[in-house]
């Protein structure tokens, strides 16, 4: 069989909406929105991003996972995608069939309509990239420039299951973290209603959480200050340099964002209806850095703040 007749057989049936016209066109229609209309693309590369051993139809959900942390942390919700899939000559319909099993998986869980893509043969390592667009909950984009002196810093759901994960991936371990490493257990949809009403800057955590936060810092032109002792860690904190490990090594995909101080009661009881797992961790100042605590001690920042490409 050809690669077309694997298109045919196991990505067309996954194109199901109107403007994927059964991939039979050179062009995908996006679906319509009346708000803006965001666009990102994130790529997964074999041994880069994902471990060999990693069963094909959890590469298919990370893939989706990756982006969608991107679109709903802009209090943005996911619309269309695009699919590039780069494969090893060696890789059989099996494995194609399974990777495309954990994509529909997702794409229906999201509800996202694949519209298209290119499916080609590599002499390099499996390599994926999904563009997905998302339609903004706000009149204009939450950005990572956004955060003003006094706002209170903000992260969904727990910190450091993906470092942990990799190394229990790597040593055969079977544990949650592993499986949150494989799939990335994202926000709900819902929060980006969160978002939408409360953040003045965000960003999601893909390369480490203190790196993270040092783009919306950048951005921004202020200081953030975290305290390691607030941060949701996945493991009970040992000491200043396990913190740090967690807080550095990425690979979480949570929301962190900043929303003003006075709007903290509400943000919280509003989370708490919406069913969403939001922490305080920290506050904008003056400045432009990272500045980081403990106990109320001091801690330095180390060099590596995330992972490094
Ligand atoms: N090859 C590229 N071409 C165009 N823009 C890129 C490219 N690589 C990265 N970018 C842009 O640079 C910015 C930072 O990228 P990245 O660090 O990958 O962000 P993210 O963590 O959101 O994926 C984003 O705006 C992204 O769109
Ligand atoms: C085999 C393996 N080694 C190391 C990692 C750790 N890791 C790789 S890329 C990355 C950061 C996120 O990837 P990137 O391409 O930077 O995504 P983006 O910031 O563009 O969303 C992390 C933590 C991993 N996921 N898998
Ligand atoms: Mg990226």
């Given at each position: 069989m050809s690669e077309f007749d694997w298109i045919d057989r196991y990505l067309r049936p996954l194109?199901?909406?109107?403007?994927?016209d059964g991939l039979r066109n050179d062009v995908g229609v996006l679906r319509p929105a009346g708000s803006p209309l965001i666009a990102t693309l994130d790529t997964l590369v074999e041994s880069i991003h994902f471990l060999s051993s990693d069963p094909l139809d959890t590469v298919g959900q990370k893939l989706l996972r990756v982006n969608i942390s991107d679109i709903l942390c802009k209090g943005a919700v996911p619309r269309d995608a695009l699919l590039s899939i780069a494969m090893p000559e060696a890789f059989t319909e099996d494995q194609f069939a399974a990777l495309c099993e954990g994509l529909s998986r997702d794409l229906d869980t999201w509800n996202i309509a694949l519209i298209g893509g290119d499916t080609v043969r590599t002499t390099g390592p499996l390599s994926l990239s999904l563009t997905l667009t998302g339609t903004c909950l706000t009149e204009s984009v939450i950005q990572r420039s956004g955060a003003r002196e006094g706002d209170t810093l903000y992260v969904t759901g727990k910190i450091g299951r993906g470092g942990l994960g990799l190394r229990d991936a790597q040593s055969g371990i079977e544990s949650d973290h592993a499986a949150h490493y494989r799939v990335p257990d994202i926000p709900p949809l819902n929060i980006a209603d969160l978002i939408a009403a409360f953040a003045t800057a965000s960003i999601d955590v893909s390369d480490g959480l203190i790196s993270d936060a040092g783009h919306i810092a950048q951005e921004s032109e202020a200081s953030i200050q975290i305290d390691l002792g607030q941060i949701p860690f996945a493991e009970t904190v040992r000491d200043a340099e396990h913190a740090l490990e967690m807080a550095t090594s990425g690979d979480d995909y949570q929301t962190l964002f900043t929303a003003p101080a006075y709007d903290q009661h509400r943000l919280h009881a509003t989370a708490k209806t919406l069913g969403l797992d939001v922490t305080a961790i920290g506050s904008v100042c003056a400045g432009e850095c990272i500045k980081l605590s403990l106990n109320g001690a001091d801690v330095p920042v180390p060099a590596r703040t995330g992972y490094r490409h």
């Open positions: 194109a199901k909406s109107p403007g994927a």
